[in-house]
């Protein structure tokens, strides 16, 4: 109902301010690109809500449902857009509405799985290991909106470039770490109490340089 509204403010806006032809390529790209920015706040909150139950068996079962669910678009998607012959990067904005739609079905549905995979990376990684076909797809899908690029934002980019590094689609940039991994925060707790005995040590040597040297009573026996 929102999303719907909101459409239709940005319609009147468009008309009145813009003298945009609402039927054009680039008054639909520039209305998506908004849409796809609230989607992607949307799709964030929901996210989050994974991050609130305490049962690993629930979240597992949760992100699997969904993924089946993500895949299935996915791929349905990609049949149309090839058959509808839009190249991603290369043609402009589809106004036919089947094109339309599979074309946004990927967008949306690829940036929601990587948010996903980041955020639950032990779980999706499992997951997609248990289903090949479907590492495979995301794979082309990152590919595919990369190339669709002006359609996205600056963070659904970045977030796609960290999920090709999480699933070493892609070479990890050296400092890469993903916090929500479980090695990683194990990792850094060691590096935390390693950073803690520097510490300890430090402030012991400290301490004995400033006591210095002490006299016992046995050097001033004869």
């Avoid at 049949?79 to 012959?85: F, N, T």
């Avoid at 999480?166 to 770490?177: A, S």
């Avoid at 430090?202 to 001033?220: C, D, M, Q, V, Y």
Wanted: aromatic residues 10%.
């Amino acid at each position: 109902m929102q999303t719907n509204v909101f459409c239709v403010f940005f319609v009147i806006h468009a008309i009145l301010c813009d003298n945009i032809d609402v039927n054009s390529p680039e008054f639909a790209e520039q209305l998506y690109i908004k849409l796809f920015k609230r989607r992607r706040a949307e799709q964030l909150e929901a996210v989050k809500s994974f991050q609130k139950i305490s049962s690993y068996e629930k979240q597992y079962s949760m992100i699997f449902l969904a993924s089946e669910k993500i895949f299935s678009v996915i791929q349905e998607s990609r049949a149309q857009i090839e058959a509808s012959g839009f190249i991603p990067g290369v043609s402009q904005f589809p106004t036919d509405e089947k094109a339309r739609d599979a074309l946004s079905n990927i967008l949306e549905n690829t940036a929601l799985f990587t948010e996903i995979l980041l955020r639950f990376p032990d779980i999706s990684t499992t997951v997609l290991k248990l289903n090949n076909h479907w590492d495979v797809l995301l794979k082309w899908s990152i590919i595919f909106c990369n190339e669709a690029h002006n359609l996205l934002d600056k963070t659904t980019l970045k977030l796609l470039n960290l999920a090709s590094q999480e699933l070493n689609h892609t070479q990890r940039d050296p400092n890469y770490v993903n916090p929500y991994r479980k090695t990683a925060k194990v990792s850094n707790n060691n590096n935390n109490d390693a950073n803690e005995d520097i510490k300890r040590e430090k402030r012991k040597k400290r301490k004995e340089i400033k006591r210095g040297p002490r006299l016992t009573n046995s050097h001033f026996e004869l």
